[in-house]
């Protein structure tokens, strides 16, 4: 005898479900983007003046889309003229000209920010990638030829937010529980851009705080709690999805007419009651705060450029918002689509409501394998 369809697409999402947890949860550790920093500090010479020595460090991140960056993997590149030893750079009396980068940009494409603190306390700061992997230095008054401007930093540091949020499995996870959120309790798209808003706003205070040193928490409880905050989010996403529960979902909307049984009523009765339903944007700034440590945790790892604090920290921000909004409108793109094909094929109302819970129940999956994994990390 043949399973009904129903069975079969119950069995292909818990499929679906299991082998996502198998693939992400392992490896997966919050805020996985990670610059790596190119640092030259000047010197100073017995006179107190600059003598074309420098101190040099590059810190490369532990991980790249490509894979883990060994020692070696990511080299500095420097002028032809300067001679390169263990953290000194010496470009003698013709000074630091020439072209200054890092190498193996195009077997670990990750951004570097290039910090150069000179001895007359001009800083330079900048940007490569493995685009442009290289800067020219002329010993102009900015120490570029392409002139490192403010405009400059702002927007790399707008690309770096966009990217931070593209490559942060964990902040997007969160943004998706927030459009389910916003979308099962019925509310309209402005309400869900004032809740990502308030996202942005609560994590753009405690990562600012973060970074200025005004607030320090230790970053394995932080990366926990984040992990954390997705599974409670899940578990509100689930408390107000039953079988029968007459309530809009991504895919299927309920008739108004459509018989609902008492416990249905009874999950739809919490949930409405429930802030997270009621008040979005509250539970979104709440968990924001949480999530703005995380964010300043991997730029403390490489530092900001020492003068332009607050503008980096602006553009930063700003790319994390654009970064969210072009996933939520993806995402309603997305559930437009699933639901025109919905109706297209004709699904039933319960195999409807079985496709809508797949994703809770993966998003439920990842954020307690990610909670528990980080928790026993502790120890580790």
């Given at each position: 005898m043949s399973r009904p369809p129903t069975v079969w697409l119950t069995r292909a999402s818990m499929l679906l479900v299991l082998l996502a947890i198998m693939l992400v949860?392992?490896?997966?550790?919050?805020?996985?983007?990670?610059?790596?920093?190119?640092?030259?500090?000047?010197?100073?010479?017995?006179s107190g003046q600059g003598g074309g020595r420098f101190d040099l460090r590059l810190v490369a991140p532990a991980l790249s889309t490509a894979g883990a960056i060994g020692e070696g993997d990511l080299t500095p590149i420097v002028p032809a003229h300067c001679e390169?030893?263990?953290?000194?750079?010496?470009?003698?009396?013709?000074?630091?000209?020439?072209?200054?980068?890092?190498a193996g940009l195009d077997r670990h494409p990750v951004d570097v920010i290039v910090e150069l603190r000179f001895v007359d306390g001009t800083?330079?700061?900048?940007?490569?990638?493995?685009?442009?992997?290289t800067m020219t230095l002329d010993g102009t008054s900015d120490g570029t030829s392409g002139g490192a401007d403010n405009d400059g930093v702002f927007a790399d540091y707008v690309a770096l937010g966009i990217e931070h949020i593209l490559l942060g499995p964990d902040h997007l996870l969160f943004v998706f529980g927030l459009v389910l959120l916003v979308r099962a309790a019925g509310r309209n798209t402005r309400t869900l851009l004032w809740t990502v808003t308030a996202f942005t706003l609560a994590h753009s205070?405690?990562?600012?705080?973060?970074?200025?040193?005004?607030?320090h928490v230790p970053g394995p409880p932080v990366e926990a709690g984040i992990a954390l905050s997705i599974l409670l989010l899940a578990r509100e996403l689930a408390c107000g999805q039953t079988d029968e529960t007459a309530r809009d979902s991504p895919l299927l909307s309920v008739n108004e007419s459509t018989k609902v049984s008492a416990s249905g009523r009874e999950a739809l009765a919490r949930a409405e009651n429930s802030w997270s339903w009621r008040y979005p944007w509250v539970v979104a700034f709440g968990f924001g705060l949480l999530h703005g440590f995380g964010f300043a945790g991997a730029l403390s790892e490489v530092g900001l450029p020492q003068g332009q604090i607050p503008l980096a920290l602006l553009g930063f921000n700003v790319g994390v918002e654009l970064g969210q909004l072009g996933v939520v409108a993806l995402l309603l793109v997305l559930l437009a689509g699933g639901r025109a094909l919905a109706g297209a094929v004709g699904l039933s109302e319960k195999t409807a409501r079985l496709?809508?819970?797949?994703?809770?129940?993966?998003?439920?999956?990842?954020?307690f394998a990610w909670t528990l994994d980080r928790v026993l990390g502790f120890w580790g």
């Open positions: 949860s392992g490896p997966a550790r919050a805020h996985e983007f990670r610059p790596a920093l190119l640092r030259l500090t000047e010197l100073a010479d017995a390169l030893g263990q953290l000194r750079l010496d470009c003698g009396s013709q000074g630091l000209i020439g072209e200054l980068g890092v800083q330079v700061t900048a940007v490569l990638g493995p685009d442009q992997p205070i405690t990562l600012a705080a973060a970074t200025l040193e005004l607030v496709a809508t819970r797949a994703p809770i129940w993966a998003m439920g999956g990842l954020a």
